[in-house]
């Protein structure tokens, strides 16, 4: 049985999304907000908790505010200070200059998510979405193949289907 056929990619888009983790999201938000129409590219199903994204150091509790997100930044756990291992083995502590928020990685892309399918309904057309069966070109050469981003200034083509 042969995988089903990639889908036809949208005809015209003004920017493309690599990744819908926590900057593709906000990135997409972002651009929808500004009116561009945006095209986002994902081959993962579903948020994957993993630690990375679950520190957001105060500029990144800022942008969240400032995307509309205040409610994480009551819900989740704030942090007034870090601290750094060095290679040495001593500690180095560092206190930022307003608080840091711990949250979930599956908690903020939910709501990143949940954000992005509001804006996009205000707009119908204008966000698209593009999973495993995205590959990129760089230059007439293939960069990526089924649905893995590589770089930059490529163009989004279908993927061919994995041979049987």
Do not use: N, W
């Not at 561009?36 to 679950?54: F, M, T």
């Amino acid at each position: 049985m042969h995988p089903p056929p990639p889908p036809a990619l949208p005809a015209d888009f003004d920017l493309a999304v690599i990744g819908a983790g926590p900057a593709g999201l906000a990135a997409a938000l972002t651009a929808l907000r500004g009116g561009a129409s945006v095209l986002l590219c994902e081959p993962q199903q579903g948020a994957r908790d993993k630690p990375c994204g679950e520190g957001l150091m105060p500029e990144g509790a800022a942008a969240l505010r400032a995307l509309g997100l205040a409610s994480l930044c009551t819900s989740g756990q704030r942090f007034e200070a870090v601290r750094y291992r060095l290679p040495s083995g001593a500690e180095l502590p560092v206190r930022l200059p307003s608080p840091g928020l711990s949250v979930t990685r599956p908690e903020l892309i939910a709501a990143l998510e949940a954000a992005l399918a509001a804006e996009a309904a205000l707009r119908p057309g204008a966000l698209g979405r593009l999973g495993a069966h995205a590959a990129v070109e760089r230059l007439g050469e293939p960069a990526v193949s089924s649905g893995r981003a590589a770089g930059l200034a490529g163009a989004l083509r279908p993927a061919a289907p994995s041979p049987a």
